[in-house]
């Protein structure tokens, strides 16, 4: 017999097999997803989903009796008052006790359920939305570079000497050519010194002498480190690309925006920061909320507490470009915007936010949204007579730049639809 | 050799238990497997492979499950649905995993669960290693269609292939070959041995023979004879030259998948290797679905009667024991037909039962027993009976020669008849005296492979016309086949035979034909 500890092998044997499963459900597991969307809290967007997609797809027919037509028997145990000749009403459900078992090739018609990962869940989710001029900042401007180990050099810089590959080739080099080494100059040396001690004849030691000699000399024409033995550390430099963005959510807390209106303003961030978070290895979320004065606050407070006071738009725009030149230098960070309002301003702030957001806003971000949500009586917003101020003030500087996007939400179902229209592939729409 | 070593120690120590505590580890394995073999060769008369024990996580569990148990396997998307599935049931909390899983192969590969415990090791090692493995070796439908050597090569290659044929010709060609195959799959055996093609050297010797009597019996007198095959129009030298055809595609076939891999006129080479794998695949797992029943039992029974054994010689512990028999009596636990448990015979109880029944007959038997078996009651050589029947039984005929009324009246088994056209179902037997045969060999024809699965044949191709594939269903019982799957299958042979498919269904009995489903090619 033999034992074999199967444990350590690697795992995920059976991944490929679930990615082409997922693939051929795509359809089915893609509307489930949106579904579970509609459904759930977007606080848990990022977990994994259960999934129930029904069989259609991914059915494996086989030829199968219909147990309906014809006579069969069957033999069953557990008899309990039955005797021969009894009449059993049909069991309802069809089969009865002739039943087949729950096994997937079944064929039936039930949903089948089981887990999508994670992972699997948000690339479903993101499936076909693009950022907006991401490439832009990843290659072409940038300035930041990192070094990147290319293997060894034989010219460089003295820091970068590689020890222990030089030492290698100095060794290699010196067994090749016979150095002699140092212990056995020394051993030959005393002996000679003992030759002469012992009175040996001339002829020895003058043998012994020679070969010390000529043992003394090999060692200085074959040095211990040779110029061709020295290596250094080579390095290539890589452009590094941008992948730290910024996340500026600017809201209108005003006594105007109720539960509802920030519950759907929200749901629109929480999308995009975790669709940031898939495109770029680091992510930085600043909440500026303003009611007629501007502060950044933390996540708790952007979200949950209230205030009351005037609509002043323009200070949030004013406080991001502040924070922003503080503490996000365009070199380095993707800038990204987002902001939800219920489209109230102080009258004559508007123009003021449109030179704002033209003149210095726009210039820094690479996308600039802007989400104006409804109470969601009304179901749909189409049918709106009279555009807000915001947005009418919104709308002059729109056609300008390609990378700002303007949309309406009026109820949950649609938080999905608008974020996909704003990041489908293929460019955005103002 | 440490192994020797381990024997020698254990003999020593004859009264030591092997192991204690739940915790189990390499050497205590090793121990177990040594004192199991001593009882399995010398008390049982066992006579199994070498054994490779692996191993294996949950997870692994898990990826076995959904390659249908089989250590390689090439790619498809059916596996990975199978492990969503199973793992969603795990994950619940619904199904636990099986202890083991045991591979038909040379050596038999046993795979472990590391979170068992000791005794349950024991048990499993027992169960899989020696049970399941005395029968894999010796039983004749094993023996006649698996090729226990070869299979693991044959799925290595297998999967490379498929692998190969994917990088070539994509994806989704390979998929909607092996999707199509799968859905014949379990028509694509040979359920008896074919015949073998004579080769070369012999067909020549054949035609030789042939001319050489029609020289020696020449007679020119037959030339003048007026020829029946003279007249085009004559319906019956037309019915016999189809007849010829027929013959020479080698129809009628049930092996769908064979005939189609041999004959479809538009696949290539790689797509007919595809089907072939398949088919191969098929074939491999033919034997285990005729075998099910008398494979557990067989294990069961041999595992039951080992743990007792290694128990008598006070080699586990009295906790071990207890440990083993309450797993041992959920394993063999049947429910009845109104538990909401029940689905089927379990193989465990109904094999375990009917195998220590054949035990009791051998050596104390009753007078029933006498009347029903003579020719093993009361012989004294149980483990001779049952190995003997291990061996060359299928679950149909073993049910059919072994089940004993004792048997029947333990798990109450009764016969209940269901025609369509009736209202309410009949009961036609049940456990007393005038029912035992009747439930004995309906029985068997429930576990009758070709009553349970239909009867689909390729009877015809119209190769003067549409070049339309026909297959017939021979309906027996009035049985028709489910229409929804049905018409789904059909598309699939449709795609593989490259033109129109046409099933008949035809009543067995009287060649009626009771219902016709055709399927055309879709275009892809």
New interface residues.
């Given amino acids: 017999?033999?034992?074999?500890?199967?444990?350590p092998?690697p795992?995920g044997?059976?991944l490929?097999?679930?990615?082409?499963?997922?693939?051929?459900?795509r359809v089915e597991v893609k509307s489930a997803v949106q579904e579970a969307l509609r459904k759930r809290k977007v606080a848990d967007v990022e977990h994994g989903e259960k999934v129930a997609i029904p069989t259609r797809g991914?059915?494996?027919?086989?030829?199968?009796?219909?147990?309906?037509?014809?006579?069969?028997?069957?033999?069953?145990?557990?008899?309990?008052e039955?005797?021969?000749?009894?009449?059993?009403?049909?069991p309802t459900g069809g089969e009865?006790?002739?039943?087949r078992?729950?096994s997937?090739d079944g064929?039936g018609d039930d949903a089948?359920?089981?887990?999508l990962s994670k992972e699997e869940f948000l690339d479903m989710f993101f499936e076909d939305l693009e950022l907006p001029d991401l490439v832009k900042k990843s290659l072409k401007d940038t300035t930041a570079v990192d070094l990147q180990r290319a293997g060894y050099t034989v010219t460089g810089n003295p820091s970068n000497l590689s020890i222990p590959r030089t030492m290698r080739l100095s060794m290699a080099r010196r067994i090749s050519l016979k150095r002699p080494k140092l212990a056995e100059i020394e051993a030959m040396r005393e002996a000679l010194e003992e030759a002469r001690a012992r009175g040996d004849d001339e002829e020895e030691i003058a043998r012994l002498t020679r070969e010390l000699e000529h043992n003394e000399r090999r060692s200085k024409i074959i040095p211990y480190i040779d110029p061709i033995d020295v290596r250094y550390r080579r390095f290539d430099r890589v452009p590094r690309p941008n992948t730290e963005a910024v996340m500026f959510c600017l809201m209108d807390v005003s006594g105007s925006m109720t539960e509802a209106m920030k519950d759907l303003a929200k749901r629109f961030f929480m999308l995009l920061h975790v669709f940031l978070t898939r495109r770029y290895r680091h992510v930085d979320v600043v909440f500026i909320r303003h009611t007629s004065t501007a502060e950044e606050v933390d996540e708790e407070t952007f979200f949950y507490s209230r205030e009351t006071g005037g609509t002043v738009v323009s200070t949030a725009l004013e406080k991001m470009l502040e924070i922003a030149r503080a503490r996000y230098p365009i070199d380095r960070w993707n800038i990204y915007g987002a902001q939800a309002s219920d489209g109230d301003n102080y009258g004559a702030d508007s123009s003021r936010c449109v030179s704002l957001l033209g003149g210095d806003v726009l210039p820094l971000c690479q996308y600039f949204a802007y989400v104006e949500v409804g109470d969601g009586m009304g179901g749909s917003l189409t049918g709106l007579s009279r555009d807000s101020d915001l947005w009418r003030a919104y709308s002059e500087v729109a056609p300008a730049h390609e990378h700002f996007a303007m949309r309406r939400v009026g109820d949950p179902a649609q938080i999905f639809t608008v974020f996909h229209e704003l990041f489908a592939k293929g460019g955005v729409r103002a | 050799m440490p192994n020797t070593g381990f024997a020698d120690a254990a003999q020593l120590r004859a009264e030591m238990p092997l192991f204690t505590g739940p915790n189990w580890d390499?050497g205590s394995?090793?121990r177990v497997?040594d004192a199991i073999?001593r009882i399995a060769f010398d008390e049982l008369g066992l006579d199994i492979y070498?054994?490779?024990?692996?191993?294996?996580?949950s997870?692994?569990m898990?990826?076995a499950y959904?390659?249908v148990g089989l250590p390689l396997m090439y790619?498809?998307?059916?596996?990975?649905?199978?492990?969503?599935?199973h793992?969603?049931l795990y994950?619940k909390g619904l199904q636990g995993l099986a202890y083991e899983i045991v591979i038909n192969s040379n050596?038999v590969i046993c795979?472990i669960m590391?979170e068992n415990s000791m005794t349950m090791q024991t048990l499993v090692i027992a169960h899989a290693?020696f049970g399941h493995n005395h029968f894999f070796k010796n039983n004749y439908l094993f023996r006649q269609w698996t090729d226990a050597d070869g299979i693991l090569d044959y799925l290595s290659f297998a999967r490379d292939y498929v692998a190969k044929c994917e990088e070539r010709h994509g994806?989704e060609a390979v998929?909607r070959v092996l999707?199509a195959a799968?859905?014949l799959?379990?028509?694509g055996v040979n359920r008896y041995a074919h015949r073998s093609r004579p080769n070369l050297a012999e067909e020549q010797r054949r035609t030789d023979e042939r001319r050489a009597h029609e020289e020696a019996t020449f007679n020119d007198l037959w030339r003048t004879v007026p020829q029946l095959g003279d007249d085009k129009d004559d319906p019956e030298a037309n019915e016999k030259q189809h007849e010829q055809l027929r013959q020479q595609l080698g129809l009628p076939e049930e092996n769908l998948l064979y005939f189609i891999e041999k004959r479809a006129p538009r696949l290539e080479d790689w797509q007919r290797e595809l089907i072939r794998i398949v088919r191969n695949v098929s074939q491999y797992f033919y034997p285990q679905k005729q075998l099910q029943l008398m494979n557990e039992g067989c294990a069961t029974f041999v595992h039951y009667e080992i743990m007792n054994r290694l128990h008598d010689k006070g080699l586990i512990t009295e906790g071990s024991m207890l440990e083993f028999l309450h797993s041992h009596s959920s394993v063999v636990f049947?429910?009845?037909?109104?538990?909401p448990r029940?689905?089927?015979?379990n193989p465990y109880a109904l094999g375990f039962s009917m195998m220590s029944d054949i035990r009791r007959i051998c050596e104390k038997p009753t007078p029933e027993d006498r009347d029903f078996f003579p020719e093993i009651a009361g012989c004294g050589d149980p483990f001779g009976v049952l190995r003997h029947a291990w061996a060359n039984y299928r679950d149909e005929s073993f049910v059919l020669q072994y089940l004993s009324p004792q048997v029947i009246r333990q798990?109450?088994?009764?016969?209940?008849?269901?025609?369509?056209s009736k209202?309410?179902?009949?009961?036609?037997?049940?456990?007393?005296e005038?029912?035992y045969r009747r439930?004995r060999s309906?029985?068997s024809?429930?576990y009758d492979l070709s009553r349970r699965?239909?009867d689909?044949q390729v009877v015809d191709v119209d190769l003067t016309g549409d070049r339309c594939l026909i297959l017939a269903?021979y309906?027996?019982?009035?049985?028709?086949?489910?229409?929804?799957?049905?018409r789904?299958?059909l598309r699939?042979a449709a795609f593989l035979w490259g033109y129109g498919v046409k099933l008949l269904e035809i009543e067995a009995a009287t060649d009626k034909v009771l219902k016709t489903y055709e399927a055309a090619v879709e275009p892809v």
């Fill in positions: 017999m033999n034992i074999v500890d199967r444990r092998n795992k044997k059976s490929s097999n679930r990615q082409r499963f997922l693939a051929r459900a991914i059915s494996e027919p086989l030829f199968h009796h219909n147990r309906r037509t014809g006579r069969t028997d069957h033999v069953i145990p557990g008899n309990k039955y005797v021969r000749g009894d009449e059993i009403p049909r009865g006790q002739g039943g078992e729950g997937p064929g089948f359920e089981f887990t | 390499f394995l090793r497997n073999e070498p054994v490779q024990i692996e191993v294996i996580t997870e692994q898990l990826d959904s390659s790619k498809h998307w059916s596996f990975g649905k199978r492990f969503a599935y793992e969603t994950r050596p795979y590391e290693a994806h998929e999707d799968h859905a799959k379990e028509h049947q429910p009845g037909f109104d538990d029940f689905s089927g015979f798990f109450k088994i009764f016969q209940i008849s269901d025609d369509s209202p309410s179902l009949r009961v036609e037997a049940i456990h007393d005038l029912g439930v309906a029985l024809k429930q699965e239909p689909i269903h309906v027996h019982e009035g049985v028709l086949l489910e229409e929804k799957t049905c789904s299958v699939y």
